[in-house]
C-alpha cells in the first residue's frame, strides 16, 4: 500500500536529500580531451580535501582515477584557472602533462611509469609561476602553454606569455631553459593554437582595464623555424568585441567565436556562419574554456543557446545547427573532438552533470563517463520552470523557479512557502538549470528556490550582458528583488518569509539587497565584495583588479560611487539576521572583505553568524565545509521563518 501523503508545514517536511548528499554531488566534471582514442577528464573529490583528479576511460569502458592523493590537478592561473592538462599517446603509452594545484609546477607523467616529473621551476618572487593549456608537441620535445609569472610581492605585479616548456626536465630548477614564443606584450593572453600545417598560430589578448567579455583581440603570427612566433598581428576584435574562443578549420580556416554583433556567434576567416540570436560562446572566466570544436569532416561542434547552452553540429556550408538527441539540455563549456567523435559534460534538470559522446556520423549521443546516479529517489528532485518576470522601467529579468516539492508532504491549506532568491557570482554569468541537489535540499523540505539571471548576467546576448555596466550593486539588486516581490504578489511566496543568497558576486547583491531594501526577512552572504574602495584598491587579484571599472565606473572619475554603493558603508541598513561564510584562504573576496564589514555591524543588535573555513579559496571545495555552511543556512531560515526542520544543528545567532 502506498504512503500516504502527510500534511505539514512548509519547510518542517522530512527530506532523504542531507547536506551529505549535496556535498558528494558538488562539482563536474570538466577540462575533457583525447588521449590517442581515449577520452580523459578531470574530476572532483570532494571528500579528498577537495582535490581535483585526472580520469581515464580505457577502451574497454572503464574508468580509472590517473593520480592518487595528494596529486591536485588545478591551475592557478588568474586565479580561476585554466586548462591544467594535456596529453598525447605514444608507442609506450600515454604521456600527460598536467599543473599540480599545491605547488603548480608543470609535470609529466607516463602511467605505470613511475612518479610524475616536474618541468617547471619554483619561484619565491610573488605568487611565482603558474602554467595553463599546456599543449604537447612531441615533435619538438616542447610543451607550449601560457605562463603566469609574478615579478614582485603584489597581486598584480605580474606578466604573462605565451611560452615553450622542454619536456626533457632540463627547465625543472631553471627558468631561464623555459622558452618565451613571442614579444608581443599583453596583460593576459590565452594559449596558442596551431594551424594544420604548422605555419601559422592564433591566440586571444587583452588588457585592463577591460575584461574578456567586453573586448579581446585576436592575434595571428608566423611560426618561424625555430618554433617563435613572428609578425604578429591584430586580425580581428577591440574594446567593444568579445572574441571568447579561436581555433582552425582542417582546411586552415581560422575560426573564431565574436559578439560583433550583440551576440557571441562562429565566424570563419570573419564570414558568420550561423547569423542568430544566440549564444555560441560565453564569458572567458577559465583559460581554455571551449565552446566549440571542429571536425575533421569540416563540420562544427557547437554550444549554442539563449540562457542554456545546447551541443549541436553546425554545417558551416548551409549554416544548419542538427541537436544532440538526448536528456541533456546544458552543456559546460568543455568540449573536444577527435575525427568525428565529440566529448562534452552535459546535464538536465534532472541530472548531474556527465561526460557525454557524439558521433557526429551517426548522431548517436551517449553517456560515456561519470554517469549520473540518484543519489535518493528522483521523486525528490524539485521540478524548475522558466521563467521571465518584469522588472523596473518594465525590462525582462530571467529566472528558475524551484517551487517546493516532495512526495510525501504537501502543507496546510492556505498557507504560503518561504523562498529563498539566490543571486548568482559572476556577475558575468549565469545560473544553469540543471539539477542541483543544494536546491533540492531545500525543496524538499518545502522551501522554495528562484534563481534570477538578474540584468548583466551572460546568456542573453550583450545588451542584457552591459545592463550592469556602473550599476553593479543596483540593477542587480533591483530584479532580485522584482522577482521576490512578484512572488509573493502573485501568491506564490510568503512575503513575510522571504531570503536571498548568494556567494562572490552573488554575495555582494545578497549584502546590497539587505542593506539598502525592505524585502527579505534574512540572507546568507557567502566570500563577498563588501568594500568597494579596498577590493579595487589592491585587495584582490590581477584578474578582476579593474572589473570596477566598468561595473561601478573609473575610480579615478567616481570615487564617491564606490563609497555610495559598498554595503559596508551602509551597515546601518541591514536589521534583518544573516549569514557570513568565509573561506580564510581565499586572494579573490579575501577575510578583509568580511571583517570590515562586520566591525561596522558591531554593537548593532542585529542576530548574525560567521563561520570561517581553513583551507578553502574561493568557492568551497571541501565536503566537511559544504555541509557546515549548508546546515547553517537551514538553520538561519529556520530561526527567521519560525520552521523546525529534522536533524539540524542550530546555527548560534549572537547580535
Partial sequence: MAESVRTLAYGSWPSPIDAAHAAAHDGRPEDVGFVGEEVWWTAPRPTEGGRRTLVRRHPDGTEEPVLPAPWNVRS?????????WAGVMTDAGPQVVFVNFADQRLYVYEPGGGEPRPLTPVSTVGGGLRWAEPELRPERGEVWCVLEEFTGDGPTDLRRV??????????????????????ERHRFVTGPRLSPDGRRV?????????MPWDGTELIVAETGPEGTFRDARTVAGGPEESITQVDWAP??????????????NLYRDGRPLCAREEEFGGPLWKLGQRWFAPLDSGLIAVLHGRGAAVLGILDPETGEVVDAAGPWTEFAATLAAHGERVVGVGASPYSGYEVVELDASTGRARVIGAPHEDAVDPAYYPRPEIRTFTGPDGRDVHAHLYPPHNPGCHAPDGTLPPYVIWAHGGPTSRSPLVLDLEIAYFTSRGIGVAEVNYGGSSGHGREYRNRLREQWGVVDVEDCAAVARALAEEGTADRDRLA????????????????????????????????????GTGETHDFESQYLESLIGPYAEVP??????????????????????QGLDDVICPPVQCERFLERMAGRGVPHAYLTFEGEGHGFRRAQTMVRALEAELSLYAQAFGLTPDGVPVLELTP
Avoid at 504 to 530: E, H, K, N, R
Avoid at 560 to 580: C, I, K, M
Wanted: glycine share 12%; with cysteine; aromatic share 10%.
Fill in 202 to 210: 592564433a591566440w586571444l589578448a587583452w588588457d585592463h582595464p577591460r
Fill in 251 to 264: 582546411d586552415g580556416a581560422l575560426l573564431y567565436a565574436s559578439d560583433r554583433t550583440g551576440w557571441w
Fill in 76 to 84: 592557478r592561473v588568474i586565479e580561476y584557472g585554466g586548462r591544467p
Fill in 162 to 183: 605565451p611560452v615553450a616548456v622542454p619536456l626533457d626536465g632540463s627547465a625543472a630548477e631553471h627558468r631561464d631553459a623555459v622558452r618565451e614564443l613571442t614579444g
Fill in 560 to 581: 564617491a560611487r564606490y563609497t555610495e554603493r559598498s554595503p559596508a558603508e551602509h551597515a546601518d541598513g541591514v536589521t534583518a539576521p544573516f549569514l557570513l561564510l
Fill in 500 to 535: 536571498v543568497r548568494g556567494g562572490s558576486a552573488g554575495g555582494w547583491t545578497s549584502a546590497a539587497s539587505l542593506a539598502t531594501t525592505d524585502v527579505y526577512a534574512c540572507g546568507t552572504i557567502s566570500y563577498p565584495v563588501l568594500d568597494l574602495t579596498g577590493w
